[in-house]
């Protein structure tokens, strides 16, 4: 059983991922006539059918090796002179994590994929969540 107080997975198919604390979704507006009432989306979760706002997080995703070079960029020193340094590649918040206050399901969204998974139990062990 999924609680409220776990952390979310620390890796990501092998990379770090540092997450946001939990905040509650904002009410979005959805044109969807059914599932709306006043303009506002009533969310609710897939697994126990609660109604209402959901907790939300952001996943702060280290770079796949590879993916994007590190370069050498032009920075500059306090008194202003040129300073030439390798920079790491970047760092991207691609990872959106949603948690029902209810039952405790975590559902995670890949912003650069577009693709969403249900976490499981597996997902939080010391490999982190991987892809099947």
């Known amino acids: 059983?999924?609680?409220?107080?776990?952390?979310?997975?620390?890796?990501?198919?092998?990379?770090a991922v540092t997450?946001?604390?939990?905040?509650?979704?904002?009410?979005?507006?959805?044109?969807?006539?059914?599932?709306r009432r006043?303009?506002?989306?009533?969310?609710t979760c897939?697994?126990?059918g609660h109604v209402g706002q959901?907790?939300?997080a952001i996943g702060l995703r280290q770079p796949a090796p590879g993916a994007s070079?590190?370069?050498?960029?032009?920075?500059?020193?306090?008194?202003?002179?040129?300073?030439?340094?390798q920079e790491p590649a970047p760092a991207y918040r691609d990872?959106?994590?949603t948690r029902c206050p209810a039952c405790g399901l975590d559902q995670v969204c890949d912003a650069a994929s577009g693709e969403a998974w249900d976490l499981?139990?597996?997902d939080y062990g010391p490999e982190g969540s991987v892809a099947p």
């Open 69 to 85: 070079e590190p370069g050498e960029y032009l920075r500059r020193h306090r008194n202003g002179s040129p300073i030439y340094a």
């Open 54 to 56: 959901k907790l939300r």
């Open 19 to 35: 997450w946001s604390p939990f905040e509650l979704e904002p009410p979005m507006f959805i044109c969807d006539r059914s599932k």
């Open 95 to 97: 990872l959106h994590a």
């Open 120 to 122: 499981d139990e597996s």
């Open 1 to 15: 059983m999924l609680t409220l107080d776990r952390q979310l997975p620390a890796l990501w198919d092998g990379r």
């Open 38 to 43: 006043n303009g506002l989306h009533i969310p």
């Open 46 to 48: 897939d697994r126990c």
